[in-house]
């Protein structure tokens, strides 16, 4: 039974990460032609999608990837907005921005969970360890120009590759320099030369910036349970309170009952002589709706 239900898993996910990364080659490119509005409308698509790939997800990882777009929209919003050291091509934040954060999470999860990367994690993290400084050698040699903070997210990727055997940093670090080679290379977005502030020198895009996302994920599965915790506290909350609150009024508000005996003899007995008690029947009575009579006799 498990096995039926990892293969239909495993199934829905290759098929979902086909049409994901159809649609992300496809909204990239529109985006390139489109105005602040067709860059809204455009965004609205990619929640649609977003909710379209949750229907396929438990409840935990939906969570999971609901805290990592709240982490990375705040992540946009200080690198992009506030430090400047890349810039949309409209000089916005893009609508569709957040929900793609959730959606390259959400795949990363799902790709990383495959049995096919499971049980080759070692071959997995020596294969990204050589795409990595594949990508930062050219430059980090470049005479005119180094890219020292190519550099810098390289070490850092490192540290995540020798700190968690989780194949996720993996496959969150190729398929986010996918996307940043393919997004700077169309104009979607571009790095500062310089990180202000700084002076550090930058390529567009840094070498291994995927580090950044490998971050943000860390970030994001350490912050889910606490976030659920608290969802669940509160519902509790107001579910305890609910249940409660009639039950208080009940107590002590509720009008008194009374409660009599009705004497229904049989033919054959003597009115007269009082039956067993277990033949009597209890009925209970409310204090608007007094009884008529208390003993009924044949």
């Not at 935990?60 to 690198?79: K, Y």
């Not at 080679?181 to 995927?210: H, Q, R």
């Amino acid at each position: 039974m498990m096995e039926a239900v990892s293969t239909s898993r495993s199934r829905s996910t290759l098929l979902l990460f086909l049409a994901f990364v159809i649609y992300w080659l496809a909204a990239l490119r529109l985006d390139i032609g489109t105005d602040a509005r067709g860059q809204f409308f455009l965004g609205l698509t990619s929640w649609a999608f977003l909710l379209f790939s949750l229907r396929f997800s438990p409840w935990r990882e939906r969570g999971q990837v609901l805290t990592m777009i709240g982490v990375a929209t705040c992540g946009e919003c200080f690198g992009s907005l506030l430090w400047g050291a890349y810039t949309y091509r409209l000089d916005n934040l893009p609508v569709y921005v957040p929900p793609g954060h959730g959606l390259f999470y959400l795949y990363a999860l799902r790709i990383a969970e495959l049995p096919l990367f499971r049980s080759r994690t070692q071959l997995l993290r020596w294969s990204t360890f050589f795409v990595a400084t594949a990508l930062l050698l050219p430059g980090l040699l470049n005479p005119f120009h180094r890219d020292i903070f190519g550099l810098i997210t390289w070490l850092g990727f490192m540290v995540c590759l020798i700190r968690s055997p989780s194949p996720m940093y993996s496959v969150s670090f190729i398929l986010t320099m996918a996307l940043e080679y393919y997004g700077t290379g169309l104009g979607n977005w571009k790095w500062a030369s310089e990180l202000p502030g700084l002076g550090i020198p930058a390529a567009n895009p840094p070498a291994c910036i995927g580090v950044g996302y490998c971050a943000m994920d860390a970030v994001a599965r350490r912050l889910a349970p606490e976030v659920e915790r608290f969802v669940v506290g509160r519902k509790a909350f107001k579910t305890i309170g609910r249940a409660s609150f009639p039950t208080f009024v009940q107590h002590h508000f509720s009008r008194p009952r009374l409660t009599r005996s009705v004497h229904i003899p049989s033919q054959e007995a003597d009115p007269m002589i009082p039956l067993p008690l277990h033949q009597h029947k209890v009925e209970a009575l409310s204090v608007d709706n007094p009884p008529s009579s208390y003993v009924q006799s044949s």
